[in-house]
Nanobody, 121 residues
């Protein structure tokens, strides 16, 4: 069994900051990429940021320069530091991890339950 548990969401004023965390636990052999996605009401889920096992990162254009993704491999945890938040950042944020549970198994994606981020203007 694998679980991804997110924390750190909440209500913040425009221009403020929040830090999201996501910890993976359970039977895990290795984790490849970890990332954050978001889904606003009436919209499709979209990629926010990705970080590879080597620390390489990729960001959506809409968050470049404002958000920073990082990870702690020893803790199987990924973070998203969100600064200069805008009302359009309001969404449910989901953690994703592409991980392998056993050496002989292929990796597959796992999702967290989501955490609400609301930015008031």
């Amino acid at each position: 069994q694998v679980q991804l548990v997110e924390s750190g969401g909440g209500l913040v004023q425009a221009g403020g900051s929040l830090r999201l965390s996501c910890a993976a636990s359970g039977s895990i052999y290795s984790i490849n990429a970890m990332g954050w996605y978001r889904q606003a009401p009436g919209k499709q889920r979209e990629l926010v940021a990705l970080i590879g096992s080597d620390g390489s990162t990729n960001y959506a254009d809409s968050v470049k320069g404002r958000f920073t993704i990082s990870r702690d491999n020893a803790k199987n945890t990924v973070y998203l530091q969100m600064n200069s938040l805008k009302s359009e950042d309001t969404a449910v944020y989901y953690c994703n991890a592409d991980l392998r549970r056993r050496l002989w198994q292929a990796s597959q994606p796992y999702w967290g339950q989501g955490t609400q981020v609301t930015v008031s203007s």
